[in-house]
């Protein structure tokens, strides 16, 4: 029979032993004496888009089940982490080490009802103490953490824009800020469409952004009534998107630049009933 703790001792020790080696291979990819340039060129700030984009694809490849793409994007997820702790480091900020240790206590702090003499009966008591240890631990009060605002700033500053936009709407929804009924919503999508139009018509960036959101926020709104997801519902498209153009580029014979916007849009709808007839 064979020792369990001698095989734990193994696995433990063969996942530090691959950790290491990832470790060096980004020093070294950092390192100014033969480093790869396109690394050294890099900042925690440049990265940020890698961060993201790593991340959508880990939950892509999750939600296809493939394991071995799960483990392929969770990997390439694990280099933004390794890579910004290393660049930190170069600079004298913090380690990987740090960060590791940072989130083991934080989980230990967490969950006294594992680590500590706490008791709880359900995951909702759970989710309450956690949220009660982080206000403990950034310094608010339990009034400050009551405040609808406060729960609206996290979700401006952690979630991706189109899910912020639709937690903050069905938050603000709950307490009041609501229409009475969808028509209204309509009327306000009609005022910010043509004041949109009017920020087009001047040369101020800053305002047509503006009124940009405000036509957007509007648009999150109508799903919320409508009852769909507009996250969801964009990245159906995005995909619908690419698979029309997918069999554009296959009924061509030369770039699609080559072509003209009328043989463009001829091909676009001959992918469209094609896909259609799929039942896509």
């Known amino acids: 029979m064979p020792d369990s703790s001698k095989t734990a001792d193994q696995t433990y020790n063969a996942i530090l032993d691959a950790l290491n080696q990832l470790i060096g291979v ?9 480093g790869c340039p396109w690394d050294l060129e890099q900042t925690p700030e440049t990265l ?9 694809e880990v939950v892509d490849a999750i939600k296809s089940g493939d394991q071995n793409a799960i483990a392929e ?32 206590e934080k989980l230990i702090r967490r969950h006294p009802h594992v680590f500590g003499f706490l008791e709880v009966t359900n995951s909702d008591e759970v989710r ?3 949220e009660k240890i982080k206000a403990q631990e950034k310094g608010e009060t339990p009034e400050q953490t009551q405040l609808l605002t406060h729960k609206l700033k996290r979700y401006a500053r952690s979630l991706p824009p189109l899910m912020a936009g639709m937690k903050i709407s069905q938050k603000a929804a709950a307490v009041g800020f609501e229409w ?21 018509e001047t ?17 999150i709104n109508l ?5 769909l997801d507009p996250s969801n519902a964009l990245q159906e498209t995005n995909i619908r998107f690419i698979k029309r153009l997918t069999l554009v580029e296959n009924f061509v014979e ?15 709808k001959q992918a469209k009933a094609t896909l259609r007839e799929q039942g896509e």
Not at 48 to 56: L, S, T, W
Not at 77 to 91: G, H, R, T
Request: net charge negative; charged share 25%; aromatic share 10%.
């Open 203 to 219: 040369e101020d960036k800053a305002h047509q952004q503006a009124e940009l959101g405000d036509l957007l926020f509007v648009i």
């Open 48 to 56: 940020i888009p890698y961060v993201i984009e790593e991340a959508y």
């Open 180 to 200: 009475e009924n969808i028509e209204g919503v309509w009327d306000k999508f009609s005022e910010e469409l043509a004041e949109f139009r009017e920020a087009l």
């Open 128 to 130: 309450q103490n956690w």
């Open 254 to 268: 030369r770039p699609l630049s080559d072509y003209s916007l009328e043989e463009l849009e001829t091909m676009w």
């Open 223 to 227: 799903a919320r009534w409508y009852g």
């Open 73 to 104: 994007e969770l990997g390439d997820l694990l280099l933004q982490v390794v890579l910004q702790a290393q660049i930190a480091s170069e600079a004298g900020q913090f380690s990987l080490q740090e960060v590791a240790q940072g989130i083991t």
């Open 26 to 34: 980004v020093a070294q990819l950092r390192s100014p004496d033969g």
